[in-house]
């Protein structure tokens, strides 16, 4: 068991992701062994590259927690920072940002795979 603080991953635990080649974060839909949903963990990353038996994306370090209730939890903003004076690109910082912004735009009006979330 790993206890993040916001949420508790378990062994047995579930993940159901998705990747897109057009969007700069991929998001995991996470369910405990009984079918019980614990929320999502986004990561901001570059476009995913997709192959036959691979998928490859760069991890721009951003990650967003959002709970079952659809509250979003913004994480790692301290190493982002950090990275991006001393590692990203202009594009990567650019793209991140945005990505991060479309992500929290996604939560928030309950599209896609956040519209299971009951409207506030």
Same mark, same amino acid.
């Given at each position: 068991?790993?206890?993040l603080?916001y949420?508790c991953?378990e062994?047995q635990d ?12 991929n998001?995991?839909?996470i ?9 999502w963990?986004?990561? &901001? !990353?570059?476009?995913a590259?997709l192959g036959?038996?691979?998928? =490859? #994306?760069?991890d721009?370090? %951003?990650?967003v927690? $959002? ?5 979003p939890?913004?994480?790692d903003e301290?190493?982002?920072?950090i990275a991006? &004076? !001393? ?9 991140? =940002? #945005?990505?991060?912004?479309? %992500?929290?735009?996604m $939560? ?8 299971s979330?009951?409207h506030?």
């Open positions: 068991m790993r206890d603080g949420t991953f062994p579930q993940f159901r992701e998705y990747y897109y080649t057009d969007r700069w974060f998001i995991f839909a369910t405990n062994v009984i079918g019980t949903h614990k929320g963990y986004c990561n &901001v !990353t570059e476009p590259q036959r038996d691979y998928i =490859r #994306q760069v721009l370090l %951003l990650d927690w $959002v709970s079952p209730a659809g509250e939890l913004v994480l301290d190493e982002f920072a991006a &004076v !001393t590692a990203l690109t202009e594009r990567q910082q650019i793209g991140a =940002r #945005q990505g991060l912004q479309m %992500l929290l735009q $939560v928030e009006a309950r599209q896609e795979v956040f519209s979330l009951a506030r």
